[in-house]
Nanobody
């Protein structure tokens, strides 16, 4: 059973930084896509950043230059380093893995940026 456990969300002032982590357990040792999504109230989830295995990274325009996605394969942990946070970054953040036509989601972590 694959489980993704997120950590690192919280309350931060505008201009501050947070680092989210997503630790995988169970039988997930590779991936096609590793990504972070976020969801604003009443809106669908949107891609924040993703890694395509062997093909590089993608960032949403709204976070480009401020956020960085990375993965430590030895720890099977996905990270999202967020700098210069803005109130409009306030959302629930979810990690995601796609592998062999299966989707795996974390439980979500709240990030709140105060002005």
């Amino acid at each position: 059973q694959v489980q993704l456990v997120e950590a690192g969300g919280g309350l931060v002032q505008a201009g501050g930084s947070l680092k989210l982590s997503c630790a995988a357990s169970g039988s997930l040792f590779s991936f096609n896509v590793a990504a972070w999504y976020r969801q604003f109230p009443g809106k669908p989830r949107e891609t924040v950043a993703r890694i395509l295995s062997g093909k590089g990274t993608y960032y949403a325009d709204s976070v480009k230059g401020r956020f960085a996605i990375s993965r430590d394969s030895t720890k099977r942990t996905l990270y999202l380093q967020m700098y210069n946070l803005k109130p409009e970054d306030t959302a629930v953040y979810y990690c995601y893995y796609g592998y062999n036509s299966r989707d795996y989601w974390g439980q979500g972590t709240q990030v709140t940026v105060s002005s």
